[in-house]
Protein backbone atom coordinates (compact mmCIF):
# COMPACT_ATOMS: atom_id res chain seq x y z
CA UNK A 1 0.00 0.00 0.00
CA UNK A 2 1.41 3.49 -0.73
CA UNK A 3 2.67 5.10 2.23
CA UNK A 4 1.17 8.19 1.24
CA UNK A 5 -2.49 7.47 1.70
CA UNK A 6 -3.70 6.22 5.13
CA UNK A 7 -6.08 4.04 4.51
CA UNK A 8 -8.71 3.58 6.93
CA UNK A 9 -10.21 -0.27 7.27
CA UNK A 10 -13.46 0.43 8.13
CA UNK A 11 -14.65 2.75 10.98
CA UNK A 12 -13.47 0.87 13.82
CA UNK A 13 -9.88 1.73 12.66
CA UNK A 14 -10.10 5.03 12.83
CA UNK A 15 -7.28 6.47 14.97
CA UNK A 16 -8.21 10.09 15.52
CA UNK A 17 -5.19 13.03 17.07
CA UNK A 18 -7.74 15.23 19.74
CA UNK A 19 -7.09 18.89 21.77
CA UNK A 20 -8.63 19.11 24.54
CA UNK A 21 -8.73 23.12 25.63
CA UNK A 22 -10.51 22.43 28.82
CA UNK A 23 -7.12 23.05 31.17
CA UNK A 24 -6.81 26.54 29.81
CA UNK A 25 -10.48 27.93 30.56
CA UNK A 26 -10.43 30.30 27.09
CA UNK A 27 -12.20 32.95 26.98
CA UNK A 28 -15.29 33.09 25.02
CA UNK A 29 -14.27 34.66 21.40
CA UNK A 30 -14.65 38.44 21.70
CA UNK A 31 -15.83 38.43 17.90
CA UNK A 32 -18.35 36.35 16.45
CA UNK A 33 -16.87 33.74 14.16
CA UNK A 34 -19.80 33.60 11.66
CA UNK A 35 -22.06 36.36 10.07
CA UNK A 36 -24.79 37.59 11.86
CA UNK A 37 -27.51 39.19 11.80
CA UNK A 38 -26.63 43.10 11.98
CA UNK A 39 -28.20 46.43 10.95
CA UNK A 40 -26.36 46.56 7.98
CA UNK A 41 -27.17 43.15 6.93
CA UNK A 42 -27.77 43.25 2.88
CA UNK A 43 -30.96 42.44 1.27
CA UNK A 44 -31.12 40.85 -2.35
CA UNK A 45 -31.51 43.26 -4.94
CA UNK A 46 -31.99 40.30 -7.55
CA UNK A 47 -31.41 42.49 -10.49
CA UNK A 48 -28.11 44.30 -9.93
CA UNK A 49 -26.77 40.50 -8.62
CA UNK A 50 -23.28 39.80 -9.85
CA UNK A 51 -23.10 36.91 -7.71
CA UNK A 52 -25.87 33.98 -7.15
CA UNK A 53 -25.77 30.72 -4.95
CA UNK A 54 -23.89 27.89 -5.74
CA UNK A 55 -26.32 25.51 -7.64
CA UNK A 56 -28.85 27.81 -7.94
CA UNK A 57 -30.33 26.57 -11.33
CA UNK A 58 -29.79 22.86 -10.22
CA UNK A 59 -32.18 20.84 -8.17
CA UNK A 60 -31.58 20.72 -4.84
CA UNK A 61 -32.68 20.06 -0.93
CA UNK A 62 -31.73 21.98 2.20
CA UNK A 63 -30.98 20.04 4.94
CA UNK A 64 -29.84 21.85 8.43
CA UNK A 65 -26.10 21.32 8.11
CA UNK A 66 -24.47 20.33 5.17
CA UNK A 67 -22.88 17.12 6.98
CA UNK A 68 -26.18 15.83 6.43
CA UNK A 69 -26.29 16.97 3.06
CA UNK A 70 -22.98 14.86 2.39
CA UNK A 71 -24.79 11.69 4.17
CA UNK A 72 -27.07 12.01 1.25
CA UNK A 73 -24.52 12.94 -1.17
CA UNK A 74 -22.61 9.53 -0.37
CA UNK A 75 -25.55 7.39 -0.13
CA UNK A 76 -26.88 8.29 -3.09
CA UNK A 77 -22.99 7.68 -4.98
CA UNK A 78 -23.39 4.20 -3.44
CA UNK A 79 -21.11 4.61 -0.77
CA UNK A 80 -21.32 1.81 1.84
CA UNK A 81 -20.30 -0.94 3.98
CA UNK A 82 -19.34 -2.60 0.71
CA UNK A 83 -17.50 0.78 -1.36
CA UNK A 84 -15.46 3.21 0.28
CA UNK A 85 -15.40 7.26 0.12
CA UNK A 86 -11.69 9.22 -0.41
CA UNK A 87 -11.86 12.15 1.48
CA UNK A 88 -8.77 14.80 2.23
CA UNK A 89 -6.73 14.38 4.72
CA UNK A 90 -7.15 17.84 5.97
CA UNK A 91 -10.99 17.83 7.39
CA UNK A 92 -12.88 18.46 10.04
CA UNK A 93 -14.87 15.82 11.87
CA UNK A 94 -18.67 16.56 10.23
CA UNK A 95 -16.86 15.42 6.68
CA UNK A 96 -15.65 11.95 7.93
CA UNK A 97 -18.78 11.07 10.28
CA UNK A 98 -21.49 10.80 7.46
CA UNK A 99 -19.50 8.31 5.63
CA UNK A 100 -18.73 6.44 9.00
CA UNK A 101 -22.65 6.46 9.61
CA UNK A 102 -23.16 4.61 6.69
CA UNK A 103 -20.23 1.92 7.74
CA UNK A 104 -17.89 2.83 5.02
CA UNK A 105 -14.26 2.34 4.40
CA UNK A 106 -12.10 5.67 4.08
CA UNK A 107 -9.43 6.38 3.11
CA UNK A 108 -7.75 9.99 3.49
CA UNK A 109 -5.49 11.14 0.01
CA UNK A 110 -2.73 13.86 0.43
CA UNK A 111 -2.62 17.69 -0.34
CA UNK A 112 -0.14 20.01 -1.71
CA UNK A 113 0.84 23.14 0.69
CA UNK A 114 -1.63 24.94 -1.42
CA UNK A 115 -4.13 22.13 -0.01
CA UNK A 116 -4.94 20.61 -3.57
CA UNK A 117 -5.63 17.01 -4.05
CA UNK A 118 -2.25 15.66 -4.85
CA UNK A 119 -3.13 13.06 -7.71
CA UNK A 120 -0.16 11.41 -8.52
CA UNK A 121 0.32 9.80 -5.09
CA UNK A 122 -3.74 9.05 -5.05
CA UNK A 123 -3.30 7.39 -8.45
CA UNK A 124 -0.76 5.44 -6.97
CA UNK A 125 -2.45 4.16 -4.50
CA UNK A 126 -5.61 3.25 -6.25
CA UNK A 127 -3.53 1.50 -8.21
CA UNK A 128 -2.77 -0.86 -5.47
CA UNK A 129 -6.55 -1.31 -4.49
CA UNK A 130 -8.61 -3.92 -5.53
CA UNK A 131 -11.86 -2.35 -5.32
CA UNK A 132 -11.99 1.18 -5.69
CA UNK A 133 -13.30 3.80 -3.64
CA UNK A 134 -17.20 5.21 -4.73
CA UNK A 135 -17.11 8.65 -4.29
CA UNK A 136 -13.83 11.14 -3.56
CA UNK A 137 -14.56 14.18 -2.44
CA UNK A 138 -13.22 17.75 -3.00
CA UNK A 139 -13.05 20.69 -1.08
CA UNK A 140 -12.75 24.12 -2.20
CA UNK A 141 -11.03 24.91 1.23
CA UNK A 142 -11.74 28.77 2.49
CA UNK A 143 -13.79 29.47 -0.58
CA UNK A 144 -11.01 29.11 -2.75
CA UNK A 145 -12.07 27.29 -6.34
CA UNK A 146 -10.18 23.92 -6.49
CA UNK A 147 -9.32 22.69 -10.17
CA UNK A 148 -12.74 20.44 -10.01
CA UNK A 149 -12.32 19.96 -14.41
CA UNK A 150 -9.08 18.17 -13.93
CA UNK A 151 -10.37 15.94 -10.58
CA UNK A 152 -13.69 15.12 -12.26
CA UNK A 153 -11.29 13.68 -15.30
CA UNK A 154 -9.38 12.11 -12.65
CA UNK A 155 -12.63 10.33 -11.12
CA UNK A 156 -14.02 9.15 -14.46
CA UNK A 157 -10.64 7.44 -15.48
CA UNK A 158 -11.03 5.57 -12.26
CA UNK A 159 -14.81 4.84 -12.00
CA UNK A 160 -15.39 7.54 -8.84
CA UNK A 161 -18.20 9.88 -8.33
CA UNK A 162 -16.98 13.17 -7.59
CA UNK A 163 -18.56 15.32 -4.59
CA UNK A 164 -17.75 19.13 -4.23
CA UNK A 165 -17.31 20.06 -0.56
CA UNK A 166 -18.70 23.69 -1.22
CA UNK A 167 -18.88 23.78 2.64
CA UNK A 168 -16.75 27.27 2.60
CA UNK A 169 -17.96 27.97 -0.88
CA UNK A 170 -21.32 29.57 -1.42
CA UNK A 171 -21.30 32.48 -4.20
CA UNK A 172 -20.53 31.92 -7.73
CA UNK A 173 -19.67 34.42 -10.55
CA UNK A 174 -22.82 34.42 -12.30
CA UNK A 175 -20.41 34.97 -15.35
CA UNK A 176 -17.77 32.49 -14.70
CA UNK A 177 -19.33 30.09 -12.07
CA UNK A 178 -16.05 27.37 -11.04
CA UNK A 179 -17.74 26.13 -8.05
CA UNK A 180 -20.38 22.98 -8.09
CA UNK A 181 -19.89 22.77 -12.11
CA UNK A 182 -18.46 19.14 -11.89
CA UNK A 183 -19.71 17.21 -9.26
CA UNK A 184 -21.87 14.53 -9.12
CA UNK A 185 -23.56 15.89 -6.48
CA UNK A 186 -22.45 19.38 -4.12
CA UNK A 187 -22.79 20.20 -0.71
CA UNK A 188 -23.04 24.06 0.62
CA UNK A 189 -23.38 25.29 4.28
CA UNK A 190 -25.25 28.56 3.94
CA UNK A 191 -25.21 29.34 7.58
CA UNK A 192 -21.31 30.02 7.32
CA UNK A 193 -21.92 32.34 4.77
CA UNK A 194 -24.81 34.24 5.40
CA UNK A 195 -26.22 35.60 8.63
CA UNK A 196 -28.78 32.70 8.89
CA UNK A 197 -28.68 29.82 11.96
CA UNK A 198 -28.26 26.85 10.25
CA UNK A 199 -28.74 25.04 6.18
CA UNK A 200 -27.21 22.55 4.36
CA UNK A 201 -27.47 22.22 1.09
CA UNK A 202 -27.26 18.80 -1.64
CA UNK A 203 -26.69 20.07 -5.00
CA UNK A 204 -27.40 17.10 -7.92
CA UNK A 205 -25.68 17.82 -11.21
CA UNK A 206 -27.88 17.93 -13.97
CA UNK A 207 -29.34 14.50 -15.29
CA UNK A 208 -29.18 13.07 -12.15
CA UNK A 209 -32.47 10.87 -10.71
CA UNK A 210 -32.76 13.13 -7.75
CA UNK A 211 -36.00 14.36 -5.45
CA UNK A 212 -35.76 17.81 -4.36
CA UNK A 213 -38.74 17.32 -2.50
CA UNK A 214 -37.48 16.96 1.05
CA UNK A 215 -38.67 13.65 3.41
CA UNK A 216 -39.13 15.01 6.56
CA UNK A 217 -39.96 19.09 7.29
CA UNK A 218 -39.09 20.79 10.81
CA UNK A 219 -42.44 21.03 12.82
CA UNK A 220 -43.48 24.48 13.89
CA UNK A 221 -42.15 24.21 16.98
CA UNK A 222 -38.74 23.77 15.94
CA UNK A 223 -39.75 26.59 13.23
CA UNK A 224 -40.24 28.61 16.31
CA UNK A 225 -37.20 27.48 18.49
CA UNK A 226 -34.85 28.03 15.38
CA UNK A 227 -35.89 31.86 15.06
CA UNK A 228 -35.73 32.12 18.32
CA UNK A 229 -32.21 31.52 18.78
CA UNK A 230 -31.28 33.55 15.91
CA UNK A 231 -33.02 36.58 18.08
CA UNK A 232 -31.26 35.59 20.89
CA UNK A 233 -27.43 35.68 18.74
CA UNK A 234 -28.91 39.49 18.17
CA UNK A 235 -28.74 40.22 21.76
CA UNK A 236 -25.28 38.26 22.75
CA UNK A 237 -23.49 40.05 20.11
CA UNK A 238 -24.63 43.56 20.74
CA UNK A 239 -23.25 43.00 23.97
CA UNK A 240 -19.64 42.08 23.04
CA UNK A 241 -19.80 44.60 20.50
CA UNK A 242 -15.86 45.62 20.36
CA UNK A 243 -15.11 49.33 20.88
CA UNK A 244 -12.10 51.98 20.28
CA UNK A 245 -11.17 51.81 24.18
CA UNK A 246 -10.43 47.58 23.56
CA UNK A 247 -8.33 48.47 21.06
CA UNK A 248 -6.62 50.71 23.19
CA UNK A 249 -5.77 48.56 26.22
CA UNK A 250 -4.68 45.38 23.97
CA UNK A 251 -1.02 46.38 24.64
CA UNK A 252 -1.20 46.19 27.73
CA UNK A 253 -3.20 42.87 27.51
CA UNK A 254 -0.28 41.82 25.37
CA UNK A 255 2.64 42.56 28.40
CA UNK A 256 0.18 40.95 30.81
CA UNK A 257 0.91 38.17 29.18
CA UNK A 258 4.08 37.88 28.27
CA UNK A 259 4.42 37.81 32.13
CA UNK A 260 2.05 34.90 32.64
CA UNK A 261 2.29 31.29 32.25
CA UNK A 262 -0.49 29.68 30.28
CA UNK A 263 -2.46 26.39 31.28
CA UNK A 264 -1.67 24.30 28.26
CA UNK A 265 -4.20 22.00 26.23
CA UNK A 266 -4.06 18.15 26.99
CA UNK A 267 -3.35 16.30 23.08
CA UNK A 268 -4.85 12.50 23.35
CA UNK A 269 -4.95 10.48 20.71
CA UNK A 270 -8.18 8.01 20.05
CA UNK A 271 -9.80 5.25 18.18
CA UNK A 272 -13.11 6.07 18.08
CA UNK A 273 -15.38 3.73 16.35
CA UNK A 274 -18.65 5.86 15.77
CA UNK A 275 -19.56 9.47 14.82
CA UNK A 276 -18.46 12.60 16.74
CA UNK A 277 -20.79 14.53 19.24
CA UNK A 278 -21.18 16.99 15.73
CA UNK A 279 -22.85 14.09 14.27
CA UNK A 280 -27.21 13.99 15.17
CA UNK A 281 -28.59 10.73 13.72
CA UNK A 282 -31.75 12.40 14.42
CA UNK A 283 -31.43 15.12 12.87
CA UNK A 284 -29.78 13.94 9.88
CA UNK A 285 -32.92 13.73 7.47
CA UNK A 286 -34.58 16.90 8.79
CA UNK A 287 -34.98 20.04 6.70
CA UNK A 288 -33.61 23.44 6.86
CA UNK A 289 -36.61 25.58 8.77
CA UNK A 290 -38.29 28.31 6.78
CA UNK A 291 -36.70 31.41 8.78
CA UNK A 292 -33.40 30.01 7.08
CA UNK A 293 -34.93 29.33 3.52
CA UNK A 294 -35.89 33.07 3.90
CA UNK A 295 -32.31 34.26 5.11
CA UNK A 296 -30.83 32.71 2.03
CA UNK A 297 -33.26 34.04 -0.76
CA UNK A 298 -33.20 37.75 0.46
CA UNK A 299 -29.74 37.89 1.28
CA UNK A 300 -27.45 40.64 -0.75
CA UNK A 301 -24.84 38.15 -2.09
CA UNK A 302 -22.76 40.85 -4.04
CA UNK A 303 -22.23 42.72 -0.88
CA UNK A 304 -21.18 39.83 1.33
CA UNK A 305 -19.04 39.34 -1.62
CA UNK A 306 -17.12 42.77 -1.77
CA UNK A 307 -17.22 42.78 1.75
CA UNK A 308 -15.99 39.80 2.72
CA UNK A 309 -12.91 40.15 -0.39
CA UNK A 310 -12.39 43.67 1.59
CA UNK A 311 -11.99 42.24 5.73
CA UNK A 312 -9.62 39.30 3.42
CA UNK A 313 -7.56 41.89 2.09
CA UNK A 314 -6.83 43.93 4.81
CA UNK A 315 -6.08 41.16 6.96
CA UNK A 316 -3.31 39.87 4.28
CA UNK A 317 -1.78 43.55 3.54
CA UNK A 318 -1.24 43.40 7.81
CA UNK A 319 -0.14 40.12 7.83
CA UNK A 320 2.10 39.24 5.07
CA UNK A 321 5.28 41.11 6.59
CA UNK A 322 4.96 40.01 10.51
CA UNK A 323 7.43 37.59 11.93
CA UNK A 324 6.16 33.93 12.74
CA UNK A 325 3.27 33.76 10.26
CA UNK A 326 1.96 33.67 6.71
CA UNK A 327 -1.03 33.93 4.91
CA UNK A 328 -1.99 30.19 3.21
CA UNK A 329 -2.51 31.48 -0.31
CA UNK A 330 -0.80 34.37 -1.95
CA UNK A 331 -3.63 36.16 -3.58
CA UNK A 332 -7.14 36.37 -3.95
CA UNK A 333 -8.45 35.38 -7.17
CA UNK A 334 -10.66 37.60 -8.97
CA UNK A 335 -14.34 36.11 -8.14
CA UNK A 336 -13.58 34.43 -5.02
CA UNK A 337 -15.38 35.01 -1.74
CA UNK A 338 -13.70 34.15 1.15
CA UNK A 339 -14.95 32.30 3.96
CA UNK A 340 -12.15 32.86 6.74
CA UNK A 341 -8.59 34.15 6.30
CA UNK A 342 -6.23 31.07 7.02
CA UNK A 343 -2.94 32.14 8.64
CA UNK A 344 -0.32 29.63 9.32
CA UNK A 345 1.69 30.38 12.57
CA UNK A 346 5.16 29.08 13.48
CA UNK A 347 4.84 28.93 17.02
CA UNK A 348 1.29 27.41 18.13
CA UNK A 349 2.86 26.53 21.55
CA UNK A 350 3.05 30.47 22.22
CA UNK A 351 1.18 31.97 19.93
CA UNK A 352 -2.41 30.45 19.50
CA UNK A 353 -2.55 29.87 23.10
CA UNK A 354 -1.84 33.88 23.34
CA UNK A 355 -4.35 34.72 20.71
CA UNK A 356 -7.08 32.38 22.20
CA UNK A 357 -5.90 33.81 25.97
CA UNK A 358 -7.00 37.18 24.71
CA UNK A 359 -10.49 36.16 22.98
CA UNK A 360 -9.41 36.33 19.72
CA UNK A 361 -12.20 34.72 17.65
CA UNK A 362 -9.99 31.45 15.80
CA UNK A 363 -11.46 28.19 14.54
CA UNK A 364 -9.08 25.24 13.96
CA UNK A 365 -9.12 21.69 12.94
CA UNK A 366 -7.44 19.83 15.79
CA UNK A 367 -9.57 17.12 15.81
CA UNK A 368 -8.48 14.91 12.67
CA UNK A 369 -8.47 11.68 11.66
CA UNK A 370 -4.60 10.93 11.58
CA UNK A 371 -2.67 10.33 8.08
CA UNK A 372 0.64 10.36 6.73
CA UNK A 373 0.11 13.62 4.65
CA UNK A 374 2.25 16.28 5.84
CA UNK A 375 0.73 19.15 5.07
CA UNK A 376 -2.69 18.04 7.02
CA UNK A 377 -0.33 16.57 10.12
CA UNK A 378 1.24 20.17 10.10
CA UNK A 379 -1.86 22.41 9.75
CA UNK A 380 -3.45 20.82 11.79
CA UNK A 381 -1.94 22.69 14.47
CA UNK A 382 -0.28 25.70 12.83
CA UNK A 383 -3.43 26.77 10.66
CA UNK A 384 -5.74 29.35 12.15
CA UNK A 385 -9.24 29.91 10.36
CA UNK A 386 -9.62 33.72 10.95
CA UNK A 387 -12.84 35.20 10.86
CA UNK A 388 -13.43 37.83 7.37
CA UNK A 389 -17.19 37.97 6.93
CA UNK A 390 -19.45 40.26 6.15
CA UNK A 391 -20.75 41.40 9.90
CA UNK A 392 -17.77 42.04 11.16
CA UNK A 393 -17.43 46.10 11.68
CA UNK A 394 -14.45 47.91 11.46
CA UNK A 395 -13.63 48.26 14.85
CA UNK A 396 -13.62 44.16 15.11
CA UNK A 397 -11.47 44.04 12.06
CA UNK A 398 -8.63 46.63 13.77
CA UNK A 399 -9.21 44.63 17.35
CA UNK A 400 -8.27 41.39 15.44
CA UNK A 401 -5.35 42.72 13.19
CA UNK A 402 -3.59 44.72 16.18
CA UNK A 403 -3.75 41.66 18.45
CA UNK A 404 -2.25 39.23 16.30
CA UNK A 405 0.12 41.54 15.32
CA UNK A 406 0.85 42.44 19.01
CA UNK A 407 1.29 39.06 19.74
CA UNK A 408 3.45 38.10 16.58
CA UNK A 409 5.76 40.96 17.93
CA UNK A 410 5.90 40.86 21.22
CA UNK A 411 4.97 37.28 22.87
CA UNK A 412 8.51 35.46 22.68
CA UNK A 413 8.57 32.28 20.88
CA UNK A 414 10.53 29.52 22.74
CA UNK A 415 11.38 27.33 20.01
CA UNK A 416 8.40 24.98 20.32
CA UNK A 417 7.36 24.60 16.44
C1 LIG B 1 -14.91 21.76 4.54
C2 LIG B 1 -16.12 21.31 5.28
N1 LIG B 1 -16.96 20.43 4.71
C3 LIG B 1 -18.09 20.02 5.31
C4 LIG B 1 -18.42 20.46 6.57
C5 LIG B 1 -19.72 20.07 7.21
O1 LIG B 1 -20.55 21.21 7.08
P1 LIG B 1 -21.66 21.61 8.15
O2 LIG B 1 -20.98 22.33 9.27
O3 LIG B 1 -22.61 22.48 7.37
O4 LIG B 1 -22.29 20.36 8.60
C6 LIG B 1 -17.58 21.36 7.23
C7 LIG B 1 -17.87 21.82 8.59
O5 LIG B 1 -17.20 22.59 9.20
C8 LIG B 1 -16.40 21.81 6.56
O6 LIG B 1 -15.58 22.71 7.13
Redesign the pocket.
Known amino acids: MSKAIQTVQRKASLTYSLFDPAPCNFPVSRVPLLPCLRGGAGISDAKNASFELVGRNRVSRLYT ?6 YEAYRLCGVGPESGLLAPAY ?2 R ?2 LDPAISLDARVSLYPLSLSLAPDLSKIEGYLSTLQQRPRAMLL ?1 H ?1 FGFPQDAAKVKAFCDRHGMALIE ?1 C ?2 ALFNHREAPQLGQHGRYT ?1 A ?1 P ?2 LLPCEE ?2 LLIAADGQDFDPRHPKRPGLVTEIKTLATALARIGHDRKRRIRQADIDLLPEAVTHLQSRKLARGIELSSRQPQVSSLYLQAEASMAGSIASRLLIKISSLPQAVAKRRENYLAWHRNMQNLPHCKPLFTALPDGCAPYMFPLLIDFPQDHFYALKTMGMPIWRWDDMAWSSCSTAQKYRQHLLHLPCHQSLSEAEMRWMMSAVTLVMTRIPQRGNS
Open positions: RGRYALHCTMTYDSHISYKGG
